[in-house]
């Protein structure tokens, strides 16, 4: 088939990722990194992993992982369309671009005003086109023809506009790399290393660029900083780029990414090393030779006949006696899956795990369907086919001669004992679900039982091509079916798509959903989009992606929506209304009492209501966003329904609409079109996103049951209450309903100790010494942390946090009033590593017991160490490091950290 191919994943792998032996469940209960002190195993995991990327596309810069590669041909888009500040409206694709990548990528550009044009780009007169920002090419290209760009990109380049390869990952190892070709971007799939297909996913996109763009890159970036002692620490850099910060005027919505895919396709990179990649990418070759010899043996007609290719084999069948889907399903009987480029065109594809039964298999039915009076050759021994002449080297102008990850990392880790010591490594320098709770507020960090993360590693989810026949994944769509039902039962509503992979895809989908459905109806003109000022970041991103124009609403000192400016502000825009973006209960913590009201104030005025679902583990089973009023809602399957959040990603960010909307959902040009043409396009590459992990949240709700949900719902408001009512009387809780209470999370403000030089990530990092991960710091108001403790936790579990904040409020009582020095003390200097306590000089006025040890409970249940101190964000920024560079340019990087220290 193509795009996606069956891996062989490693078992030490699949044992320390998604097993469960050793408990590294950390591995995926893991949050986003932005606690660098207490994710430095993730983080150096993330690192190798851009290391990789950088290494094989040859270009200067890489971010930790993008949702998959149709989507990272959209934000090369975006990305091509900001380096010309947006001055230049159209945008160029090959025609022999993957149809995915260019039906997403034409989705997205209509929402931003720009112009996607189709072209054959050696034919192209680019000279004549100062309006193009970018050109976006494919290689190997759609029928598997490798190409040497680089006059090409010159050509393109001179022209004033920018150039974005997607490039096959695996196929680097052996051929040219975008960056010696000139590319400004390389993108595309790290499906093939490692990561099964699943049924479309989850896997990494990649993503690499030069260093001069590396600010308007989309994306999280991990690099090398210093901490506190001036040893060497990782964190995740230029975050001013990113939605949570810049809002409406970031690089991109992206919140969720593909953390635990990238590290395992990062793993799977230090596994084989560059030997192990060179000699996999061989073997691919060869393979494909061997199909390429035999098809002209047999007298076929190839567009794939010369040197100039990698995996793919592609047959012309005009005049043949079969047409392209008279031989799909040939194929099919004899258990083979082919593709159909289009009525006359076929290709085959191999991979890593293709043996040469396989191809003996392929090429009988090809004998047979051609009736050749000769005998098939002999395929069994490869050494004897290399022997005869028959596999041709790869030519000179497309072969790869530089090297490549030469870093010792990728050099001496190839065994199952290795491998799985360096995981256990990683594992140790990390604070997960495995070590305490994580009461990150609006994240929903509960925990993930084994009984349903166990049927995403059965072959029969794992190894399903996303574009297969559909009566071959009978069992995978009546699945995807119930999981559907269940949602719509939970929300009110009546149709859903699990397409998006991530909840900022989910808010996209939903927006574009409404305003396909606006133009449909004639409505174009509707382009306002209402926001409260407490929305998450990604809200206001997705809203300029969606092509909305954006309008403020305040709040009021209660945390609720002021009923008065929504209602004023949709009365001055009734005619060109779109929607108002509101999260329930809200981002402050608090049920909001007038909701309904503000459901009927937008609905008057002629819009429609998107409910972001980022808070539903308040609601799942007691209300729904349907009985509310709201039109459309998105969920977070990874924080509401059971599945973990990898560190960083994946996640599922489904769609729930009213039934006016049903048609408007999302589409997939290849396995499931939309002949009406209401459809808004795709938000992802496959039809039902990331299908691997839905097993996990089908199982949740089957396991729970509607009793069971919504008893959850029901003790995640409990918990959250009962540590309410602990804490308020040491610490002011900014937020609460009329009757005292919280929904599932709460606020408390820290803006009071400032006075004493206390601030809220002081108190964070010290959470660290106590064995907690922080909770949600300077979100939705700055100064202050936001608590969820979800269901999860039992009330031993409830009581270690909350003694352990009461504690810390002791420790600031002991600044403020003078016994403990304002900048030598327990909160200034958290978080204690183990080497710090454990070093021979202790210049602090505390025991080394106070710093590491100063509640009972953490000898009692084993401590958690911090491999670092605090981390300097501010060098990190100053000197981008993101990547391990060799040991030469090590030293070098540490004398100039030294000297900005200095």
């Known amino acids: 088939f193509f795009f996606f191919f069956k891996q062989k994943t490693a078992y030490e792998m699949q044992r320390g990722l998604v097993g ?104 192209f007169n680019f000279a004549d086109r100062k309006d193009i920002s970018g050109v976006m090419l494919q290689n190997p290209d759609n029928h598997g023809k490798v190409h040497d760009y680089t006059e090409l990109i010159q050509k393109i380049k001179a022209s004033g506009a920018s150039v974005a390869i997607s490039a096959d990952i695996m196929s680097l190892a052996i051929m040219k790399p975008p960056g010696e070709m000139g590319a400004d971007i390389a993108f595309g799939s790290t499906q093939r290393f490692g990561l099964p297909m699943s049924f479309g996913g989850p896997n990494a996109g990649y993503f690499a660029t030069r260093d001069e763009l590396k600010r308007k890159m989309p994306g999280r970036i991990i690099g090398i900083s210093v901490d506190s002692h001036g040893s060497k620490a990782l964190r995740m850099a230029l975050g001013t780029r990113e939605q949570h910060i810049k809002r409406e005027k970031a690089t991109s919505n992206i919140c969720t990414a593909q953390a635990l895919t990238a590290n395992m396709a990062g793993f799977y990179g230090i596994y084989h090393g560059p030997k192990g990649l060179e000699q996999i990418a061989n073997r691919i070759r060869k393979m494909a030779q061997i199909i390429q010899h035999s098809l002209k043996h047999f007298k076929y007609k190839l567009i794939t006949d010369d040197e100039m290719i990698f995996d793919t084999i592609t047959v012309d069948l005009r005049g ?95 065994s199952e004992s290795q491998m799985l010591r360096f995981l256990y490594k990683l594992q140790l320098k990390d604070l997960s679900l495995t070590s305490s709770m994580t009461p990150l507020g609006s994240c929903t960090m509960k925990a993930n039982t084994t009984t349903i993360m166990a049927p995403i590693t059965w072959p029969e989810f794992t190894e399903m091509h996303p574009f297969a026949p559909k009566d071959q994944a009978a069992g995978y769509l009546e699945m995807i079916a119930r999981l559907k039902d269940y949602i719509k039962s939970i929300t009110g509503f009546d149709g859903v798509s699990l397409q998006p992979n991530s909840g900022a895809q989910g808010e996209l989908a939903g927006l574009l959903t ?88 937008i609905h008057e005025n002629g819009g429609q209501v998107y409910m972001d ?45 009213r039934k006016h909307l049903t048609p408007y959902l999302p589409s997939n040009i290849v396995s499931d079109p939309d002949p009406e043409g209401k459809s808004f396009g795709s938000i992802a590459s496959a039809m039902h996103g990331s299908a691997g992990i839905l097993p996990i949240s089908y199982m949740y709700i089957e396991a729970l049951g509607k009793e069971g949900v919504r008893d959850s719902t029901a003790k995640a408001i409990l918990t959250s209450n009962y540590l309410l009512a602990r804490l308020k009387k040491e610490f002011k809780v900014l937020f609460v309903g009329s009757k005292g209470r919280c929904a599932h999370e709460f606020i408390i403000d820290l803006r009071p100790f400032k006075k004493y030089g206390v ?65 030598n003390n327990p909160l200034k200097n958290a978080p204690h590593c183990l080497e710090h306590v454990t070093g021979n000089e202790w210049k602090h006025p505390y025991s080394r017991e106070k710093a590491a040890f100063p509640l009972p409970y953490i000898k009692a249940r084993g401590k958690f160490w911090p491999t670092v101190g605090r981390v300097n964000n501010l060098i990190g920024d100053k000197k981008l490091c993101p990547s391990f560079p060799s040991e030469y340019k090590y030293i070098q990087l540490i004398q100039l950290i030294s000297n900005l220290i200095n």
């Not at 593709?339 to 090809?366: C, K, M, P, Y």
């Not at 308040?618 to 329904?641: E, M, R, W």
């Open 759 to 823: 601030t809220e990530e002081d108190v964070a990092k010290r959470l660290m010494d106590y064995g907690f991960h922080s909770p949600t710091m300077s979100f939705p108001v700055p100064g202050t942390l936001m608590i969820e403790p979800t269901e999860s936790e039992d009330q031993g579990e409830l009581d270690r946090f909350c003694d352990a904040l009461l504690e810390i409020k002791k420790e600031i009582d002991e600044v403020a009033s003078g016994k403990m020095d304002k900048t």
């Open 20 to 123: 469960s032996e050793m408990c590294i469940r950390d591995r995926y209960t893991s949050y986003t990194p932005y606690q660098a002190e207490c994710s430095q195993g993730r983080l150096e995991a993330l690192l190798h992993y851009q290391t990789m990327i950088m290494e094989l596309t040859k270009l200067d810069i890489a971010n930790a992982s993008l949702l998959d590669e149709a989507t990272a041909a959209a934000e090369a888009m975006y990305m091509c369309n900001a380096l010309h500040d947006g001055e230049k409206k159209t945008f160029a694709i090959s025609k022999d671009c993957f149809p995915q990548n260019i039906h997403l990528v034409k989705t997205r550009a209509a929402t931003i005003g720009v112009n996607v044009e189709v072209i054959d780009p050696m034919e």
């Open 320 to 414: 043949f006696k079969k047409n392209a889907a008279e031989m799909q399903a040939i194929f099919a009987k004899n258990g083979i899956n082919i593709r159909a480029i289009d009525e006359t065109t076929i290709s085959v594809s191999v991979s890593e795990s293709t043996t040469l039964g396989d191809l003996q298999e392929l090429l009988h039915v090809f004998d047979d369907v051609y009736g050749s009076i000769d005998p098939i050759e002999k395929v069994m021994n490869l050494e004897g086919i290399e022997k005869s002449g028959v596999l041709k080297p790869i030519p000179k102008a497309i072969k790869r001669v530089s090297p490549f990850m030469q870093q010792d990392i990728y050099n001496n880790i190839h």
């Open 514 to 601: 409404i305003r396909k459905y606006y133009q449909d109806m004639g409505h174009s003109e509707r382009n306002i989009c209402l926001i409260p000022v407490s929305a998450h970041g990604t809200n206001p991103a997705s809203c300029v992606l969606a092509g909305l124009n954006l309008v403020t609403v305040k709040c009021d000192a209660h945390g609720n929506v002021d009923i008065k400016d929504l209602e004023e502000k949709a009365k001055k825009h009734a005619a060109n209304l779109c929607c108002l973006m509101i999260t329930y209960p809200s981002t402050h913590g608090v049920f909001e009492e007038g909701i309904k009201d503000i459901v009927k104030i």
């Open 613 to 657: 679902g980022a808070n539903m583990n308040a609601q799942s089973g007691l209300t729904s966003p349907g009985y509310i009023g709201a039109d459309v809602c998105h969920l977070n399957l990874h924080k509401t329904f059971g599945m973990p959040h990898g560190g960083g990603g994946p996640g599922v960010g489904p769609i729930a609409v």
